[in-house]
């Protein structure tokens, strides 16, 4: 009995081995026949829904696979012989089922496409697609998807999805290309990846290496049911693109129809964000000291309109939170909301769309206009600590808004230099000159720390006080702007001293009756009781209406022009002698100030020794 188990177990060894000798030396017959080459092309147009076309019959080899090789493949829509093929290939090796073929059938497991170029010409709001096939397995399983969608679009019945083995599709050298008044604009070059879906009803992945816009990107993405997102639904997502300009990610759900919707968790980082403005080509321009950028929070919405909520966003090393809305709905994209910060640099923020001023003397452009007119911005910021050049900042409250090529930001509270000051910019295009409006208000602040580190060497005043400056100006440069602006300065100050300036040294040098340069009584500090100064600005020169400083015994007046754009002086001042209630008791010394702001020149005025001098001459002398 035993003999009889090992002889049975021998001959069906036996019959195996010989089946399968027997398949090995069949396969080059059945590989050869007609039916199998020509089921080759079927089987591609009949998964495709495009018309097929090969230039020369398929190679098949049967060892160390059972493989097909297609030379110059070109794929088109049905009736559009005179079209361009909607996809072509030098070369595309297939893996075939040996068992299929026995049967006399063609079933794909791998498809590699050698130097394949896809061409692109339906717009969607999510991105472009080829031209719809006008059937085949493909488009039915869609179709059939989306009537499971239809059915119940939130929990789909995922069970009456096609289950159609798809398989492997790898590609090298790739490219893809847009296609615009017939002729085709590559997008991507040098794609080389897979994608990898083993059926269609199971998830499927994407990665690829490439070219876009001269900058090599990798791309990794991943749907748990991609079929559905084919057919208009939803489905879980992931994605991730790398550049050397910017890294994008995406976790969550996704919906790419006409009716596209996004929610999930997103990022973006960019090491400058000049640069990757540059390479998105989306003509917003980014300032010039602008660098790296990070965004990340959950999205939700659609293509045209997203909301970023627990948005946290990072400008050049300035962390902040908040809740973001960009929308691209309108002719203009744009970005609003509110960000809160624990530090912030504001020259670092304004650089994203105002130039850097290097030198006072140089004209500088008022405002990107390109980022002016191609992006609206409303955004409201808060920050604890903020720094706006020199100047650090607490408490800060402000806004910046960009639209239609009107530019605003305001600053509505903040603390510095132990008080609180307001400031704003307006700029509004006017034909070819921008009308533009400057604010500034300063209150119950610490006037010599503040004109200390804004860079003031000399004539310092060591007091608290009050300031106050409204210019409108037009102009295309600051430059300009400031040299035909119109409106007021004033300043009042409480107690304190003007260092770099003896008034006593002053008087004996000015009765000398010679030229001498102000650093000359340089030494020391002026003690004063209050200061008061306003001056009507037109044509970009300040005429000084009101200039007293009230000494000790003493009553100092400045009248005069100032150019603001320049730095010459053309001042006339006076120093006299006052009572207790401010009266002038004695004959006042008058002089001339020249020169310039940095290196000031008093020419002392002869007075007739018989002329009186009025009592409101600290007030009223003229240059």
């Known amino acids: 009995m035993q003999g009889q188990v090992v002889r049975r177990t021998i001959i069906g060894l036996a019959a195996l081995i010989v089946a399968g000798v027997g398949l ?30 090969l230039s020369q019959a398929p190679r098949i ?52 496409l050698e130097h394949p170029l896809l061409r692109l010409t339906k717009a969607t709001p999510v991105f472009d697609l080829p031209p719809l096939p006008g059937g085949g397995r493909m488009s039915r399983a869609i179709d059939t998807a989306s009537q499971v969608v239809s059915a119940n679009a939130v929990d789909p019945d995922l069970s009456g999805l096609p289950r159609d083995a798809f398989g492997q599709v790898t590609f ?20 080389t990846g897979q994608i990898g879906w083993p059926a269609l009803d199971r998830p499927a992945t994407l990665t690829a290496n490439g070219v876009w816009r001269s900058e090599a990107i990798r791309v990794e993405a991943s749907s748990a049911q991609p079929l559905l997102l084919l057919a208009g639904g939803t489905s879980p997502v992931r994605l991730s693109l790398d550049a050397a300009p910017a890294k994008l990610r995406f976790d969550g759900a996704a919906n790419l129809s006409a009716n596209s919707f996004f929610d999930g968790q997103a990022s973006f980082e960019t090491p400058s964000l000049r640069r990757a ?101 409303d955004l409201r910021l808060s920050a604890r600590q903020a720094q706006l050049g020199d100047f650090a900042l607490a408490g800060l409250a402000a806004t910046a808004q960009l639209k239609n090529g009107n530019a605003a930001f305001d600053i509505s509270d903040a603390s510095a230099f132990g008080g609180t000051i307001q400031a704003g910019i307006r700029i509004e295009p006017a034909g070819r000159a921008n009308e533009v409006e400057l604010r500034f208000l300063a209150s119950e602040i610490d006037v010599g720390a503040m004109t200390l580190q804004a860079g003031a060497k000399r004539f310092v005043p060591q007091t608290r006080g009050n300031l106050s400056a409204i210019l409108r100006g037009k102009g295309n440069d600051w430059n300009t702007v400031i040299s035909t602006s119109e409106g007021t300065l004033t300043a009042n100050f409480g107690p304190g001293d003007i260092v770099g300036i003896d008034v006593n040294a002053f008087l004996a040098r000015a009765a000398e009756g010679r030229l001498f340069p102000l650093s000359e009584v340089a030494e020391g500090a002026m003690p004063i009781r209050g200061l008061q100064f306003s001056a009507a600005v037109g044509r970009g020169l300040a005429r000084i209406d009101t200039g007293s400083i009230l000494l000790e015994g003493r009553r100092a007046g400045l009248n005069g022009i100032v150019p603001l754009a320049g730095r010459a002086l ?23 100030v020249g020169g310039g702001w940095d290196e000031p020149f008093i020419s002392p005025m002869i007075v007739n020794e018989a002329e009186t001098p009025p009592e409101d001459a600290g007030a009223d002398t003229q240059p």
């Open 172 to 191: 090298n050298d790739g490219r893809i290309a847009v296609v615009e008044e017939g002729e085709d604009q590559v997008i991507l070059s040098g794609l």
């Open 570 to 592: 053309a001042l006339s001042g006076d120093i006299a002698p006052v009572d207790g209630q401010g009266q002038v008791t004695g004959e006042a010394v008058k002089f001339f």
């Open 277 to 377: 403005l540059e390479w998105s080509r989306t003509d917003i321009a980014a300032g010039q000291t602008i660098g790296a950028a990070k965004l990340s929070g959950r999205i939700t919405g659609s293509a045209e309109r997203l909301q970023i909520e627990e948005a946290a966003l990072d400008l050049a090393g300035s962390p902040g939170t908040g809740v973001l809305e960009l929308s691209t709905g309108g002719a203009t994209p744009t970005i609003a909301g509110s960000i809160a910060f624990d530090q912030l640099n504001l020259g670092t923020f304004l650089a994203a769309f105002t130039p850097q001023i290097d030198k006072v003397d140089e004209a500088a452009d008022l405002i990107y206009e390109t980022a002016a007119r191609q992006l609206n911005l």
């Open 24 to 53: 090995v030396l069949a396969l080059p017959w059945i590989a050869s026949t007609q039916l199998v080459r020509d089921r080759i092309a079927y089987e591609l147009s009949a998964w495709s829904g495009y018309r097929v076309q």
């Open 61 to 112: 080899d049967v060892w160390p696979t059972f493989s097909a090789h297609l030379s110059n493949v070109a794929l088109y829509e049905w009736g559009g012989h005179d079209s361009r093929p909607v996809l072509e290939a030098e070369r595309v090796d297939i893996d075939l089922s040996a068992l299929a073929a026995l049967r006399g059938d063609v079933v794909f497991s791998k498809l590699a």
